[in-house]
Each structure stands twice: as C-alpha cells, then as structure tokens.
C-alpha cells in the first residue's frame, strides 16, 4: 500500500515568506507526527496529532510554527516569518494507533531552504 | 524531559567484524525502544523495537536487548556486511505518544 507521502519534496523561500508543507499520512492512521532534523542530528519531536486534535505540541519552537489536522488524515505544517535557521528536513510519520508500542511509519521529508 | 543519548560516530569498521552502538535513556514509566536506519539517499525505517524491559528486538542480524536496570538498548550485530553502511537511531516512544530520537550514529563498513 502507499506510504507516507510529502509535499513538495524541495522548497526554496526567502526570509520573512510564509510556507506550508503538506503530509499525507497511511489511510487508517490516527497518528501522526512533525519533526525538524537538522544536519547531523536526529529528528527533532514538533508536534503530534491523535486524530484532528494535538495531543502534544511542546516541541513547536515559537509561534511562527503551526500545524493542522482538520479531517484527522492529511497534515499541514505552516511556518511563518521564515529564518534562515529553520532550513532543514521536515519529517512525518504516522502510526496506526493510540498504542505506544506502534512503529511509526515516516515519509521522505521536505527540505526546506530560507535564504 | 524525555532524552537519548547514543555512541558518538562516526564508526569505521571493516567487513565481519562485530557492531556494538550503545544507547541510554531517560524517560519516565515504560517507554517503548526502537532502532531506525537511514542507508544513504533514503527514508528512515524501523530496523527493530523492543516494548517492555528484558524484551529483545532483532532483524536482519540486528539485536538490542530493553534493559531497565540500565536505561539501555545497545545495538549490536555479530558479523556487518558492506550494505549496513547507514546512519543508525535510536529512539523513543513514551507513554504518552511523545517520541525523543538520538542524534544518530554514522557506520561505515569497508570490505
């Protein structure tokens, strides 16, 4: 079956422009995650969906930073006033559940360069 | 907060050598303890997990044991093949549905 999908794979914006990138989960997951992951780091935790709703957003780093999930499928992240510090990769994942033993399931990731 | 701390890479080893990449925890109640792989120009991908303590994870020769005693989950493969070049994180997952990575570990195996 389809994986999890990200749109657009490269986006290329200047500083101070507002972007949104686009996250297309596995059908039937009620999980879904945004991380950031910098060169040579690991994926940073953003935020997380348990179907429309954020169950945990202490990860957004400022409120230039925000997300959706309107229908509990597709999901936006939307970065606004954007710095030349937030060029990195933008990761979903999605998992099936609300166990915590689920494995997340990630897609190919957005890389977002501010210049 | 919830961390994981891995073995700083990058490690170099040569083919049919033995893997050890160490990770320790910090995580209040049972968290859940993945292993993710990233080979070069691709998506991160569960390699292996582990849910509860004393539980062992493994796949494709891959191993990690879930030690509570220790807040550890140590990857470790007896013989690494060319192919296993690849970022390695571990990871993870609280009760609550929080995920905290590490920075990952560079390997790479030469023949």
């Known amino acids: 079956g389809a994986g999890v999908s990200q749109t657009p794979s490269n986006k290329v914006t200047e500083k101070g422009k507002y972007v949104e990138l686009r996250c297309d989960p596995i059908s039937g997951h009620t999980a879904l995650y945004w991380y950031r992951q910098s060169l040579g780091q690991g994926p940073e935790f953003l935020i997380y969906?348990?179907?429309?709703?954020?169950?945990?957003d202490s990860g957004l780093p400022n409120d230039r930073f925000f997300a959706v999930r309107p229908e509990g499928s597709v999901s936006t992240l939307k970065i606004q006033r954007t710095e030349r510090g937030d060029s990195a990769v933008y990761l979903c994942a999605s998992r099936p559940g609300g166990a915590s033993t689920d494995t997340q399931y990630f897609g190919p990731g957005t890389r977002l360069t501010v210049l | 907060g919830d961390s994981v701390t891995q073995m700083e890479g990058p490690v170099t080893l040569s083919e049919e050598a033995f893997l050890t990449i160490n990770c320790t925890y910090t995580a209040t109640g049972y968290p859940s303890l993945f292993w993710y792989v990233q080979y070069p120009g691709e998506g991160l991908q569960l390699l292996l997990k582990?849910?509860?303590?004393?539980d062992k994870g493994s796949n494709k020769g891959f191993e990690a044991t879930y030690r509570k005693e220790t807040t550890s989950f140590h990857l470790e493969k007896g013989s690494v093949q060319v192919s296993d070049s690849a970022v390695y994180f571990c990871a993870l997952l609280s009760n609550a549905g929080k995920s905290t990575f590490g920075d990952g570990t560079t390997l790479t195996v030469k023949p």
């Open positions: 582990a849910t509860k303590a004393d």
């Open positions: 969906f348990q179907g429309t709703g954020a169950a945990d």
